[in-house]
């Protein structure tokens, strides 16, 4: 069974930025039919996507955070990261990592199948 | 703020069909496929539906999903306890390069 697990610190100050780890186990981040995302929820607030990457290290970003975000990944520890700098309180959040897949000829036909369970970063000084 | 706009909250009784809506525009519904997630509360969402109707491995055929147009539909036949959640729909978006873009989410409760 397929499992991720993100891991990180739960407290960054203001200006600083942002680093989480997410392990894969349970199977392999190298695998061609998948990428890789982050999504965030502040509290009591709904969901929004970060962004993704493929085991080659080609990635996509949210526009309205990409000036910020670096998303990256270790094939051979089975991990991929997110860094995002710069943070603010607005960017309290818990942040999940998850597979994504995508539809066979279906260009736009991504989904999140496996999802970690969530690790709450707060942002304060 | 989200492109998809859904009810902010939905109700029904035990037993009952409980439907929830996910409008959208051109460049996303209208144009890739809609995917549902379930979180139940203090947890991480879980996939419910994707390709617009499909249901994954595990997910009782009591959900079921639509699309027409610009819009699409979360069902849940026969409502159950453990049923009441909040519900995300969500998409690609074309617009802006890509990016894949969350409802504003629907709570279900269970009366």
Known sequence: QLQLQESGPGLVKPSETLSLTCTVSGGSISSSS???????????????????????????????????????????????????????????????????????????????????????????? | QSVLTQPPSASGTPGQRVTISCSGSSSNIGSNTVNWYQQLPGTAPKLLIYSNNQRPSGVPDRFSGSKSGTSASLAISGLQSEDEADYYCAAWDDSRGGVYVFGTGTKVTVL
């Not at chain 1, 526009?63 to 710069?86: A, E, G, H, M, Y």
């Open chain 1, 34 to 125: 998948y990428y890789w995302g982050w999504i965030r929820q502040p509290p009591g607030k709904g969901l929004e996507w970060i962004g993704s990457i493929y085991y080659s290290g080609s990635t996509y970003y949210n526009p309205s955070l990409k000036s910020r975000v670096t998303i990256s990944v270790d094939t051979s520890k089975n991990q991929f990261s997110l860094k995002l700098s710069s943070v603010t309180a607005a960017d309290t959040a818990v942040y999940y990592c998850a597979r994504q897949g995508w539809l066979p000829l279906q260009i736009g036909g991504y989904y999140f199948d496996y999802w970690g369970q969530g690790t709450l970063v707060t942002v304060s000084s």
